[in-house]
């Protein structure tokens, strides 16, 4: 390959990437020989990175398809529009770390936030990937990145605890996927998913029972990322030991890779592959993943209704949430990209917001307990309100994000050929059950009392995630049109 | 039964040997020894494969740099800790059934999988072409892996450094 061939790709595309990774090398630059008047203003230059790539991202609205160096790069319509949601959630995320008042929880500020980039990075990878290689370098940036977020609480021993159990889980969860890429590509003789896919339509022939084991596997490893019951159980002791900003991370920006990967992966490749001459293998395998969303949401809400931390709570509750995204994943219809793009986009400002609040509070009463809601409607209403508003975008109440994403996804499991009327069901009875859970806050805040008086303020810098959530959860629930619309 | 075939046999024995004995062990060190064993040999499956630069650099990296590094991990810390395990029978024969379901299940699987004719002429000039795919075709991967690797030494850093030290 000469100088020529490479010059003609349209390196221009990597944009919003090569911002994210200038500004990661030069905070750590700027962290280790900078000064130290210099290194508060840090945070506001990886705002500013973020920022600055989700403008050029903007600018590639309604680009044609892109591919630079035989797939490793691909930009679609598909990596664009689930890119946007990472860049804006990790933007949410930053301005939460800016607005920290409490200087002693982790000391090492700097690393914490090349680290959110590298994530970041290796997210968008994700997102772009057309090459398994590409796509498991990029999940394993973020993973690797998570892993050491998660240990940087160093004074706590549950954020070690929780550091260890990502670790170790994650290292399994990656073991598995690659293996299972093995099979994939052991059968196709290709890492290229444009290419696999080409292979796999053919007839298989002998072929399809390692096709299947090669599916399976590399679903159960992919399923750790995305914590689905049952390998879920690392994900309220990572989430509890961590830092709550990065927590909100790896519950949004971590999770929502998670499902791009898996949509790139499995409707890709194996939603081309014909099956004992009929079915797409994929077809085949919907009740594989119809099982694991049907335990998912089960086993997420009604462990949920036991907890009374709050960041343990939340944790179960994203759980639950990932079994309402595997539903489009498994009926097939038109819409079914839309709905797991449009929840995830409400995902991410309802669970942010909702950590958002958490933290505010965390770092006022050094408490990540329930009872920090107590009588929070006397102390501080605008607060109330604001968490009164995600938690009813959590449950599904109407008027908010999470009543039209969850709406959508319900329409599309009973329109969907064969339609999935055992996940819808257990879609509105869990939907039921987490009423009980997320309004037992709004008790907490309304009707009981304070515990000591005094009232809680909400400071300049931590309005603005605030807001911005707030702005998201309720405009995406009037007028979820404008981002449907966006997304055609 | 050609050579080729014995050598598989004799080197795939000991690998999966090497991963027994580590589970079995009880010093640290020996279980050390083990993985070092299953390292070797599976550079010599590579070998078979006409993969020699992949086993050149299996043996430098694993049983090199990774073995090194695990052993000074051992001498640093408590070098003396044996596996104190207590022996659950009930999840050893859970384990075994799901050892022995997944065995069937792969080897009914690839029993009638049938490849077409094996690729040629795998020895020529192999270590150039993997050099000519990394550094033209996967250049975005290899870049991104560097970045893994930065990430991951200021990790190390980060997590292993004293708080405290910082305020100097």
């Known amino acids: ?488 | 039964m050609n050579g080729e075939f014995i050598a598989f046999l004799i080197l795939s024995f000991t690998a999966i040997l090497g991963g027994i004995l580590m589970l079995n062990l009880k010093k640290v060190v020996h279980m050390l020894l083990s993985v070092v064993l299953t390292f070797v040999s599976l550079a010599g499956i590579y070998v078979l494969l006409s993969a020699e630069f992949v086993a050149v650099v299996q043996i430098l990296i694993y049983s090199g740099a990774v073995t090194i590094i695990l052993a000074f991990g051992i001498m640093l810390t408590k070098h003396t800790a044996r596996d104190e395990r207590t022996s659950n029978r009930l999840r050893a024969a859970l384990v075994g059934v799901g050892v022995l379901v997944f065995f069937f299940t792969v080897y009914g699987a690839i029993d009638n999988l049938f490849f077409g004719p094996g690729a040629e002429g795998l020895h020529v000039e192999n270590t150039q072409q993997i050099g000519e795919r990394i550094f033209a075709h996967y250049v975005i991967p290899f870049e991104l892996v560097s970045i893994v690797l930065l990430v991951a030494l200021m990790g190390a850093i980060v997590l292993a450094r004293k708080e405290g030290e910082e305020n100097k």
């Not at chain 1, 990774?21 to 700027?30: D, E, K, P, R, Y």
């Not at chain 1, 920022?51 to 591919?67: E, K, T």
């Open chain 1, 1 to 488: 390959m000469d100088i020529q061939t490479l010059l003609s790709f349209e390196w221009g595309m990597m944009a919003p990437e090569f911002t994210i990774l200038i500004v990661g090398i030069l905070l750590s630059l700027l962290d280790l020989f900078g000064k130290d008047t210099w290194k508060k203003s840090l945070p506001w230059l990886a705002v500013g990175g973020v920022g600055v790539a989700i403008i050029f991202l903007l600018f590639q609205y309604g680009h044609g398809d892109i591919s630079i160096l035989g797939n490793t790069y691909v930009f679609d319509s598909f990596a664009f529009y689930f890119k946007l949601i990472l860049l804006i959630a990790t933007l949410l995320i930053l301005l939460m770390v800016i607005s920290r008042t409490v200087q002693q929880e982790v000391r090492d500020r700097g690393e914490y936030l090349y680290l959110l980039l590298a994530a970041l990075l290796g997210g968008m990878m994700v997102a772009s990937g057309g090459d398994l290689i590409s796509l498991f370098v990029g999940l394993e940036l973020l993973s690797l990145s998570s892993y050491i977020m998660v240990g940087l609480r160093k004074r706590d021993v549950r954020s070690s605890e929780g550091a260890m159990k990502y670790l170790i889980n994650g290292s399994i969860a990656t073991a598995f996927t690659l293996f299972g890429m093995s099979y994939v590509f052991g059968l196709t003789g290709s890492t290229k998913l444009v290419d696999i896919a080409r292979e796999m339509s053919g007839s298989l022939g002998s072929g399809e029972p390692v096709a299947i084991i090669g599916f399976i596997i590399m679903f159960v490893g992919l399923a750790f990322k995305i914590s689905t019951v049952p390998f879920h159980m690392w994900t309220p002791d990572v989430y509890e030991g961590a830092v709550t900003p990065v927590s909100a991370f790896l519950s949004v920006v971590s999770k929502s890779a998670g499902f791009i990967i898996i949509v790139r992966i499995f409707w890709g490749i194996f939603g081309n592959a014909t099956f004992g001459g009929s079915d797409t293998l994929f077809a085949t395998m919907i009740d594989f993943i119809a099982v694991l969303a049907f335990l998912t949401m089960f086993i997420g809400n009604l462990v949920a209704l036991r907890q009374r931390n709050m960041k343990r709570l939340l944790a179960y509750s994203s759980i639950g949430h990932a079994g309402y995204i595997l539903i489009p994943l498994v009926s097939l219809t038109p819409v079914s990209l839309e709905n797991i793009w449009f929840y995830l986009l409400a995902y991410a400002f309802m669970t942010i917001g909702a950590f958002m609040v958490i933290y505010i509070l965390e770092q006022q009463k050094q408490s990540e307990d329930i009872s920090i809601f107590t009588g929070l409607y006397r102390e501080s209403p605008a607060l109330a309100i604001i968490m009164t508003i995600f938690l009813a975008s959590l449950a599904g109440i109407p008027g908010t994000a999470g009543f039209i994403g969850k709406f959508n996804i319900f329409v599309g499991a009973v329109a969907a050929d064969p339609a999935q009327y055992i996940l819808a069901g257990t879609m509105a009875v869990m939907t039921v059950v987490s009423y009980i859970y997320y309004f037992n806050i709004m008790v907490q805040m309304y009707i009981r009392k304070p515990q000591l008086e005094g009232t809680t303020k909400i400071a300049r810098l931590q309005s603005v995630p605030l807001i911005l959530c707030v702005a998201g959860t309720i405009g995406l629930g009037v007028f979820p049109f404008i981002a449907l619309n966006f997304f055609h």
